[in-house]
Structure formats: structure tokens, C-alpha cells
């Protein structure tokens, strides 16, 4: 699990909010009385729906001070809450003053959810007919969120108005903000175009493919938001956004043209060769006024209600475009990897893993020598070796190396010189790369020193989890959300369970987090052929620590050695199982083997064999003899 880089208080060491964040109240809400509004929302996403921000685009952080990647900011004429999921309790109650904002831990039966929050707003309103005016941008919602909140909001009262300009946007660019901050600039570094034999797949068809849908679905055009989609199309890749190689921009595929609109003084000449042709580059301000010229001839136009911003539906309502709701093509095409994304991936994991399973053998060599070594000291490590392999690009997320209590804040991310890795402990170390060619995600859990009874058991738990995951044959169709079942049905078995989703879909030298696959009970995509996922579950105990194990995998089509379903049954749906790709050690001093059934130890013998094989080429000998007793069970 990951999340943007942010100055983040250690358990240790809490830091107090901002004493500034009552003033930005108070300008706020100088905004809403200007435009005669009862509250305003500010959502975690950007104009481009985006999970991880460029800096002038943290808005809810700015505002409220919460640093989490996930997670909405409400504020009203005379109160303020912020929502997060459970992935951010612990975080949310270090990070906000109560005194000035609510937390309101959304999953909890006595925490209210934003839908209730407003709801008793729009009952209690103290305008004519219980009106409430809600202010939002339209540009940081989906058509589906607006619609979701319309339709459930309206019996209260609640009356949704969208305001074209970004009201913590006018707060912060006023003094004396302006005096004490600079607003970072955005969209102004260098964009790079990949090869074909990099992507395994040209500009030229993957607009084929496109258009081939569109014209199944009878439109014409097709406005593009998300930046992860806009990269995968073009072939191109950027550094507007930290750890994720994509690029503020628009796009629009019409059946005869393409449009990249961005900031073009950035575009080189091998760029513009690489689009030459084929797409049409122009400035980012030029999206809307071009969207509504070619829909003005009565076009019909493709909108994904879930991947498209409210204020781009607006606009096209506006010149009374013809509107077809279906999905975009490109999200599904972006996660069904070709033969040749998975070998990158496959690269760009062995080299991770490599990083990684070094890292565990310097934390062993350090504590068992009784040096002092921190969280900070890790995270440089393990950062220092990714850097060491060719083609390393950035990190996919800021790593998470979180000690002792620190482990149990699933999103931890600001590791701590200061926190010290103690006999006792438990250190979760989550940390990914971006290489040019794949994305990576991996974490570990380690002990240091002597493990406790309790510690053992946990960890256990967490690997048979894994493992019940990883090894799980499944018919084509199969969802995210049953397989999720699945992966927890052990834990449940012992009363145990984790707050967040069993894996998410990943990227090729893309966003790290990327659907609409993912294995999640709340993922009903299903899990196709050539997609990457993650397998993470967890344990977390506040004060106590935590326990991460995850490795990515893809899918793959059963082999006839051990698709004896096809042996018998000739004529049934396609079976799929899950090949990894990342190979690291787990610790073996935490794995209480009575605990495993024969089937669970058989996974982890083959797993370990693979270990040892697929890294030893890429080690010393003294090195492949510590992973050897490392892999032994």
C-alpha cells in the first residue's frame, strides 16, 4: 500500500497541525459567503482525477493539514470534518486538530460518512425550504460521484452548485499565503516517448484498437482525463507528478484525428517525431474550446461517467453535445499487458527484488553486529541499491519503513532517523520502483532480534493468507472481490482481518495503483488474462506494530501439466492461476511451520527454490550462500 510523499508525525513523535489552518478556515469561508454557499467540498483528486498530486494540486492536504492519499475535507460556515477509511485512522489522529476539524473514521457505525454529514446539514439548513448549498468543483469529481451525491442528497435538501473556480485555489493564491509559500509550479517538465519495443505496441494500432470500439459503440469522439490512460495511449512518459511517470495533459481521439493538449514549450523534437502524423499538439488551455468546436456538428461524444470530470460532462451538456455512456477502452486495454510488458515487468521485479532481499541481509548483518541502525538508514538503503540497477527511473512511492508501532499506520511514509529498529520489534518495509520499462511494490515484514509468541502467530496467519491467495486457480471471469474472500478466509478462521484490500492493480513503468482490476471486495472487474496485482494482506495493532507480505503477480492460463480440469472436462471456460513476479525471502524466523498445511508448505518450498534460482546469477557467492539459509524451511 503507498501513498505520496508528505511530512508525516511519527508515533514517536507527533507534530502539531498548522497554526495557520484557522486563518485558511476563515478565508475559506469568506469564499463561501461570497458565493452564497453553506459548505464546499474538497475531494483527495485533481482536474485529472488523480490519486497522487502535484504539489500546487494538494488542495485537502493544504487546507486541512491531512497528508493521506486518500481521504475528503468538508467545511461549512461554522465546522469543518475530514473523512478517511481505515487505512488512515491512526494518521488522521496524529495529523488534525479536533479542535478545528472532526475526524470522522468512515467505516465505523458511530462515524458519519460525507452523504450523512450532509444529509443532517441539508435537514437542519436554516434557509427557506431547508435549502443547503453545497459548492464543489466540478473538475475534481466523476459524473458518476456528482450523480451519486444528486440522487441521494436531494430528499435533504441538499443542492449541489458547481463552481467553475477552485475556491482553496483562490485561498491560497491570496495574501498572505502568497507571502509565506510559493505554489509550486506544475505541467513544465520534460515528457519522453518510449519505443515500440519497449511498450509492444505502436502508437499507430493502439489508436486502431480505439477507434475499432468507438465505432462499435457508434461515437466519434472521445475526451480523455486521466493522465495514467493518456501516457499508455501516446507511448509517452513524464515527472509531472512524484513517482509516477505521467504527465499533466488532456487528450481527445476523434475516428479520424488525436489531440494531446499540454504544456507544449516542453514538447521536444523527438517527441513531435513520435507524434508526428498522428496526433495534434496543443496547448492545455486549448482542451475545452476544442472539445466543444468538434462536438458543435452534432458528433456523438464517449464519456466514462467513472473516469470523466463533472466539469467536462458540463460543457458538453452545454453546447448540447449528443452524450453515449460507456466505458473507455483505453482502461482496459492499459491493464491486459502484452507479452512484451510482462517480460519488462518481470525485469524490472527481479532487479527490485534483488534490492530488497540485500536490504534484509544488511538490516540482519547490522543487528547481529549490534549497530544502531533507523528507519531513515533503511529507506536510504534499500533506495541507494534500486539506484545501482539500469534503467531505474524513480521510486513508485515513497517507501514506507515503519518500526514498532509505526508499522501499525498501514500508509507510514516519512521514515524517521530518530526511530530506531529495537530488539523485539517488527520493521514493515513497503517499497516499490519505476524502471524504464516496469513498476514494482513489494513488502516485508522483519523481526528484529527474537520474535515473540504473538509475533509469530500473526506473521503466520498473514503468510497463509498470502499464500491461500497465490496459489488460487480460478474459471476465466472470476472477480476481484471473490478472490478477496478468499485471501481472507483463513484469518477470519481466527478472528483476524485487515482493513484495506487484498491487492490493487499496478502499472507497466506506470501509477503503481491502477484499475479497474484489483483484489478488493470491492473490485467486481474481473481478473483477465495479462493483468498485474498485488497479494498484501495484513495485520496492524496499534502500539503494537504491523505485518505486510506482498508480492505483485500476473495472471496467466493454466498449464496442461496441472490443469487436470481440462484433462477431464475438454470443453470448459478457460482456467487462469497467478504467476509472481517478485521473488524475496520471507522471514523464516517468524513462520511457525505447524501452523502450514501441506499444500501451503509445497507453495513456499517451490517459492523458495525459485528465490534462490532466479537470484543467485545476480549475487556474490558469500551472497548466495545467505539467501540459500535464508530459503531454507
Known amino acids: 500500500m503507498v501513498l505520496l510523499q508528505s511530512a508525516f508525525p511519527t508515533a514517536s513523535n507527533p507534530s502539531p497541525q498548522s497554526p495557520q489552518t484557522a486563518q485558511k478556515f476563515a478565508a475559506l469561508r469568506s469564499q463561501l459567503l461570497k458565493h452564497d454557499l453553506d459548505a464546499y467540498f474538497v475531494p483527495s483528486a485533481d482536474e485529472h482525477l488523480n490519486e497522487y498530486l502535484p504539489e500546487a494540486k494538494q488542495r485537502r492536504q493544504w487546507i486541512s493539514g491531512f497528508t493521506g492519499s486518500a481521504g475528503d475535507f468538508l467545511i461549512s460556515t461554522d465546522r469543518a470534518w475530514i473523512y478517511v477509511d481505515s487505512r488512515y485512522y491512526e494518521q488522521a489522529e496524529m495529523q488534525v486538530d479536533e479542535n478545528l476539524q472532526k475526524i470522522c473514521k468512515v467505516g465505523l457505525a458511530e462515524h458519519q460518512t460525507l452523504e450523512e454529514t450532509l444529509e443532517e446539514l441539508g435537514q437542519n439548513s436554516s434557509r427557506p425550504c431547508q435549502t443547503l448549498r453545497l459548492g464543489i468543483d466540478p473538475f475534481t ?11 441521494r442528497l436531494r430528499a435533504s435538501g441538499v443542492e449541489i452548485v458547481p463552481v467553475l473556480e477552485n475556491l482553496v485555489d483562490n485561498v491560497r493564491s491570496q495574501s498572505p499565503w502568497v507571502e509565506t509559500e510559493t505554489v509550486p509550479p506544475f505541467g513544465d517538465r520534460p515528457v519522453i516517448a518510449l519505443p515500440d519495443d519497449l511498450t509492444g505496441e505502436s502508437l499507430a494500432k493502439k489508436l486502431e484498437r480505439v477507434r475499432k470500439v468507438m465505432g462499435k459503440k457508434r461515437t466519434a469522439i472521445l475526451p480523455i482525463t486521466k493522465l495514467d490512460q493518456i501516457a499508455w495511449l501516446y507511448n509517452l512518459r513524464g515527472r509531472d507528478v512524484d513517482c509516477n511517470p505521467v504527465f499533466i495533459s488532456y487528450a481527445i481521439v476523434t475516428l479520424t484525428d488525436a489531440y494531446l493538449f499540454t504544456n507544449t514549450s516542453r514538447i521536444d523534437d523527438t517527441v513531435r517525431q513520435a507524434l508526428a502524423g498522428q496526433v495534434q499538439i496543443l496547448a492545455y488551455e486549448q482542451y475545452i474550446p476544442t472539445l466543444r468546436s468538434l462536438v458543435a456538428d452534432n458528433r456523438p461524444v464517449q464519456v466514462a461517467i467513472a473516469q470523466t470530470t463533472y466539469g467536462t460532462y458540463l460543457q458538453l451538456k452545454e453546447v448540447g453535445a449528443k452524450i453515449i455512456e460507456a466505458e473507455n477502452p483505453i482502461e482496459i486495454f492499459k491493464a491486459h499487458k502484452n507479452a512484451v510488458e510482462i517480460t519488462q515487468m518481470q525485469r524490472a521485479n527481479l532487479k527490485a527484488s534483488w534490492a530488497k532481499t540485500l536490504t534484509i541481509k544488511w538490516i540482519e548483518e547490522q543487528v547481529n553486529a549490534g549497530n544502531s541502525i533507523s528507519e531513515r538508514d533503511v529507506a536510504d538503503k534499500i533506495e541507494g541499491l534500486y539506484r545501482q540497477q539500469e534503467g531505474f527511473y524513480d521510486l513508485s512511492f515513497p517507501t514506507i519503513a515503519g518500526t514498532g508501532a509505526n508499522g501499525s499506520i498501514v500508509h ?16 514493515l518495509l513497503d517499497s516499490g520502483s519505476q524502471f524504464y520499462g516496469g513498476t514494482t511494490d513489494d513488502t516485508r515484514s522483519i523481526s528484529i532480534g527474537t520474535p515473540t509468541d504473538e509475533q509469530c502467530d500473526r506473521y503466520t496467519e498473514v503468510l497463509k493468507s498470502h499464500i491461500n491467495c497465490a496459489m488460487q486457480k480460478f474459471p476465466k471471469g472470476t472477480t476481484g472481490s471473490q478472490i478477496d474472500g478468499i485471501a481472507r478466509s483463513s484469518m477470519w478462521q481466527s478472528g483476524l482481518d485487515f482493513g484495506h ?27 483477465d488474462l495479462g493483468t498485474v496485482n498485488s497479494i498484501e494482506p495484513g495485520y496492524y495493532k496499534p502500539k503494537w506494530g504491523g505485518i505486510r507480505l506482498e508480492n505483485l503477480y500476473f495472471v496467466k492460463e493454466m498449464t496442461k501439466e496441472s490443469d487436470s480440469v481440462h484433462e477431464a472436462e475438454p470443453n470448459v471456460i478457460p482456467w487462469y492461476e497467478f504467476e509472481s513476479l517478485t521473488y524475496i525471502p520471507f522471514d ?23 528465490v534462490v534460482e532466479k537470484l543467485s546469477p545476480m549475487l556474490t557467492d558469500a551472497e548466495t550462500v545467505w539467501l540459500k539459509q535464508a530459503c531454507s524451511f
Open 588 to 610: 523464516k524466523k517468524l513462520i511457525d511451520r505447524h501452523k502450514l498445511n501441506p499444500q501451503q508448505i509445497a507453495w513456499l518450498e517451490r517459492y523458495y527454490a525459485s
Open 412 to 427: 507510514y511514509s516519512n521514515p524517521n532517523p530518530d526511530c530506531k529498529l529495537l530488539n523485539g520489534d517488527l520493521l
Open 501 to 527: 484490500g487484498t491487492g490493487h492493480g499496478v502499472g507497466v513503468f506506470l501509477n503503481v495503483h491502477e484499475g479497474p482490476n484489483g483484489i478488493s471486495r470491492r473490485v467486481n472487474q474481473s481478473l
Open 141 to 151: 469529481i466523476t459524473v458518476s460521484q456528482y450523480r451519486r451525491f444528486s440522487e
